[in-house]
Structures are given as structure tokens and as C-alpha cells.
């Protein structure tokens, strides 16, 4: 249960649900008592909001960590170096997992502030973090991991999304091919709408109409992502080249390519390194990420804030990409060999 549900169920909004909670003024008696009535109907524990007026200076020693899954190598790696950071500090670091669900994103973020950790490292995915400004209190620093905020300021670090899936495009139209596929998560990520936005850069630069390519989205694991290539390569103007974006993604494209035997003819770049990349025949040539790095520099900018006893002015830290290529994304289109 969270404050937005309780604001729906008594037709307020959140901010009107916090200062019943903490007994602020300037709340009509009739309302207050419709969101009484509302936090005691859905059996809501309110201990997160009504802790912001209490919160003392005194450290947890803890600190809470939002990412995509905690499964998944890349977010994976992202906690280490966070953990790395945290542990010389002697802080203990709260890790969960987001699913790509915006309920989970708030759920997850109550459940922090009501243990009182001491800051915040996030990846969101709900449409607008704007909720934050109800829900954390003023002095708790929050980092922003992978994806940019929408609604609330506060320090980021990502990747360059844009700039890495345009060099993917770029590189796979320079070696000849212009009937180009990109397979992406849902638009709703904000990574995703990124990523797209590069390859279609790369298209506009090299006079490739967008109507010529090919963009699959809502694809959200390997298998998805794995059907897609088999329906693609099935059509008479089938792409000669793919442009994966995300690890995932890439693994299920390889899975699709390889059970048609077209792993050999139809390159193959993707966005972000996976396991075992190199070993493939073809090697996997992929625009990797930095996530030990992003880790790093995130806990680094969170415990800096810290130390200052304040938030600090908000920072956006974009971290570079590395073009590897491998052989799957130098396959050359059928007409130029």
C-alpha cells in the first residue's frame, strides 16, 4: 500500500494525505477525517511520512539501493561497486529489485525512509518521481542510477544512451547496410526512449529514412526478444542488421539468430557487454557500459553529500561507452560481399 493509493482512495492528493499524517495545518477537518478514514480502511502504516518531522541527525549507517534486478549482471555489477564504496565507510547497503514496476518503485522507497537510511541511490521507472518531494525528507540525499528523474532535481548517473546506440547504428551503416532493426525495451523507460533517439540520429546522418528501419519495442526479456527476431528475419524485406538495446535483448537475438542458422549473415550489435560475448562464433560486438564505474560515482556523490551535512547542487554525471567489436557487427549485408 502506498500514499498515492491512500490519496486515490479518499480522493485527495498525496501532499494533503502527508500533512494529515503529520499534522500540519491548513487541512479542512472534513478532509482530514476522509483520509483517516481512508489510512484506516486500507490498513496503511504510515511510520515513513509521519518520521520526516521527527528525523534526528543521527546515522543508520545504512544506505538503500533501487535497481532494475538485482539478476541481472548488469545491475549486478552496479551494487558491488556501490557495496565496494559503502563498506569502507562501515555502511550497510538495503538492495531491491524493481522489476520495471512503478508501484514496486514507491513501495520500495517507503520501505527505505521507514528504516531511516541514510540515503537513497535509485533507478525509477515510475512515469514522474515527483511523489519524493512528499515522501523524503529534505536533508536525505538521493542519487539517481541509469535513467534521468522526471518531477524531482537531484544528482544523476547514467550512460551515454544516445550517443552509444547512435555509434552502434553508425557503425553497422558504415560497413554498408541500410535495412537496419532496433529491438528495445518498452518505451516507457526512459533508457529506451534514449536509445532510440540515437539510432534514428545515425539514420538521419547517413540519409536513411526512418520508414526503412525497423523498431520492436516492449520487449522485456530474452524470449520476447528471441520470437521477435524469428517473426523479423521471416519477412521478405527482412533487416540485414540489428541493433540490440540491452543485454537481455542481445542474448535472446543471438538465441533467434543462431536457430535460424542467420548468425553468419545478419549482424549484430548490442547495447550493453554480456557474458561470454567474446566466446560466440562470431564474437558479440556490443556498445558496453561502465556500471562498476556509474556504482562508483554514485556512492562516491551520495556519501559526499553526506559528509557535507546537506544536499549538495544537484550534478549529471554522464559516463562514456566503448565501442568492442567482436565479428557479429562487421557482417557486411548480402549485396556488398
Known sequence: MTIREVAQHAGVGTKTVSRVVNDEPNVAPATAAKVR?????????????????????????SVGLLLGSVGNPFSATMHRAIEDVAVHRDVAVF?????????????????FVRRKVDGLILTCVAES?????DLVPPELPVVFIDREPSGYVADSVHSANVEGARLATRHLLGFGHRRLALLIDRRGLWTARERER???????????????????????????????????LGSP????AIVSGQNLITIGAVHGLRRLDRHH??????????????????GISVVAQRPAEMGRIAAERLFASLDSGHRLTPEHRVIPVDLIPRGSGEIRPPHSR
Do not use: C, K
Open 37 to 61: 478514514a481512508s489510512i484506516e480502511a486500507l490498513d496503511w502504516e504510515p511510520d515513513a511520512y509521519a518520521s520526516n518531522l521527527r528525523r534526528t541527525t543521527t546515522r543508520t549507517r
Open 95 to 111: 538492495a531491491s529489485s524493481l522489476d520495471d514496476d512503478p508501484e514496486r518503485e514507491v513501495a520500495a522507497v517507503e520501505a
Open 129 to 133: 518521481q515527483a511523489y519524493l518531494a
Open 198 to 232: 540515437g539510432f534514428h540520429l545515425a539514420l538521419e546522418e547517413f540519409g536513411v529514412p526512418r520508414e526503412s528501419a525497423t523498431v520492436i519495442d516492449g520487449l522485456s526479456d530474452q524470449d520476447a526478444a528471441e520470437r521477435a527476431v524469428m517473426t523479423m
Open 237 to 240: 524485406d527482412a533487416p540485414t
Open 265 to 282: 549473415d545478419v549482424a549484430l550489435i548490442g547495447f550493453d557487454d554480456v557474458e561470454l560475448a567474446d566466446l560466440m562464433e562470431p
